[in-house]
């Protein structure tokens, strides 16, 4: 019994000497700073070793007299440090039984994650959704930032309009009119958080008004589902012919809300024709609908004029959404929603209590940008580099597969490829890209895809990559499937 506490003795001994060593090394820095900072420089030094785990819970700290010496500062500053980490629940301690390391804290861990949808190992990725962001204009964004800043009242910086700055506002109502044709009143226009915000806003509208489910084109954009599902509404899928939305089906859904991206159908690559467009108008107007217009890359058209938007032939029954995600980046996280009238308000009141309003700093710069006609010089600049990649795209393909029938490239930052049945099953060749570090979406992601005389059908991406870049990419995926 006296050789088992006297053990116990000399091991809590060496256990109090190894964190005077500890915390001596820990805190030595700290110590040394200057008289007037030495304590908020102590208490500070140890609360990150115990965050970052140097000091792990259940370590004993040596006593205030014995940690004090040991560093050659005054008892004081190491009592009050400890008492501070206490009731900060750092530190606990009892009459008589010393100071101790939480077994409350958890050690912080090493940097931080970055959740950001991106693909580990992929060597080429065509999957679709993303601009060139080597495009972004960063010597003409930074010199207009640098002049907003200097001109910008101190006011500006205070809680915005929720809608937006009245100057942005009226910059894009301007844009939009001019380039979409769509019916802009600043005063009806918000400044939103991107597409997916917009969305978001507008689901919390409907289902305020008792609405619990949204039409959605099938196939169509996945995103949809489950940003409507976050304001608490179901999705129906509606099948698409050559012509758009089958209004029959739209008709026996019984939905008063529907999603389109008319201009350029996401996945498919159609232009909805003018037929189709009126009788989805008349169906919004004899059912007192509302219309989500998705205009997700209506600017980039190659062949023609882009098709214009919905909107501006009944902007009481559409709301527009769009955004600079395709143009200049999706990380600057701004966009634009044109809503009826009859739901503005409401609108607004949501914008408000979810964000109290998008960064100011930010809108300025976008208002400048546009108002000095950089915006269209990007976007000219964009269309030269997307034809060329569409074109590279669909050269490689011609070459490594042949036979293969692609649609959609008319606009739009992707195209359809259907390859020949030869090819398939699409699980074994989606598997083989997947090992050769190639990443795809194929169309069946989307939804629902109509049986044809072709195998696989993918959603190929090619906006984001050099044209060299797609061609060795189709080039390993050739050399990936088995013989082809």
């Known amino acids: 019994m006296t050789s088992s506490r006297t053990n116990s003795e000399h091991a809590g001994a060496a256990d109090v000497h190894e964190s005077v060593s500890a915390a001596w090394e820990l805190l030595l820095p700290a110590a040394a700073a200057p008289a007037r900072g030495r304590g908020r420089a102590l208490q500070s030094a140890l609360r990150e070793a115990v965050r970052s785990g140097r000091l792990v819970p259940g370590t004993r700290l040596p006593s205030s007299r014995a940690l004090a010496a040991d560093l050659g500062v005054s008892r004081g500053l190491i009592t009050e440090a400890y008492e501070q980490l206490t009731a900060e629940s750092y530190l606990r301690s009892g009459r008589g039984a010393g100071t ?170 159609i232009a909805y024709s003018a037929a189709r467009r009126s009788r989805l108008l008349d169906w919004a107007r004899e059912n007192d609908a509302v219309i989500m217009e998705d205009d997700y890359d209506g600017d980039f058209r190659y062949d023609r004029a882009p098709v214009g938007a919905l909107q501006g032939l009944d902007p009481e029954h559409v709301a527009y959404t769009g955004s600079v995600s395709k143009s200049l980046a999706p990380g600057l996280r701004l966009g634009w929603l044109l809503a009826p009238a009859s739901m503005t308000d409401e609108l607004v009141d949501r914008k408000r209590t979810m964000d109290l309003g998008n960064p100011s700093l930010d809108q300025a710069v976008l208002a400048d940008f546009v108002v000095r006609g950089d915006y269209d010089r990007q976007l000219r600049r964009c269309q030269r580099a997307y034809r060329e990649r569409r074109d590279a795209m669909t050269t490689a393909l011609s070459t490594y597969f042949p036979g293969t029938a692609v649609s959609g490239i008319a606009a739009g930052l992707h195209i359809i490829a259907r390859l020949p049945e030869r090819y398939g099953p699409e699980a074994e060749f989606l598997a083989r890209a997947e090992g050769a570090g190639i990443a795809l979406r194929p169309l069946s992601d989307c939804g629902t895809v109509a049986p044809a005389d072709w195998s696989i059908a993918l959603v190929l991406g090619y906006a984001h990559l050099a044209p060299a870049e797609i061609g060795r990419g189709l080039r390993l995926l050739a050399k990936a499937q088995d013989g082809f």
Do not use: K, M
């Open 100 to 269: 101790w390391v939480s077994g409350s804290v958890r050690a912080a861990a090493d940097g931080a994650r970055d959740l950001a949808p991106r693909g580990p190992g992929t060597l080429v990725d065509f999957r679709p959704g993303t601009p060139d962001l080597s495009l972004f204009p960063r010597s003409a964004w930074a010199a207009t930032h640098r002049s907003v800043i200097n001109r910008l009242p101190h006011s500006a910086l205070g809680y915005p309009d929720p809608r937006g700055l009245p100057e942005l506002r009226v910059a894009l109502a301007a844009l939009l009119t001019r380039r979409r044709g769509v019916v802009a009143d600043p005063e009806r226009l918000l400044v939103c958080s991107g597409v997916a915000q917009a969305t978001t806003l507008l689901g919390f509208v409907l289902h305020g008004r008792g609405q619990r489910t949204v039409g959605v084109e099938d196939p169509g954009s996945p995103e949809h589902a489950a940003l409507f599902a976050s304001a608490g509404l179901d999705t129906e899928r509606l099948p698409l012919d050559d012509e758009g939305l089958e209004i029959a089906s739209l008709e026996a859904s019984g939905v008063r809300a529907v999603v389109t991206t008319q201009a350029h159908q996401f996945p498919t690559g």
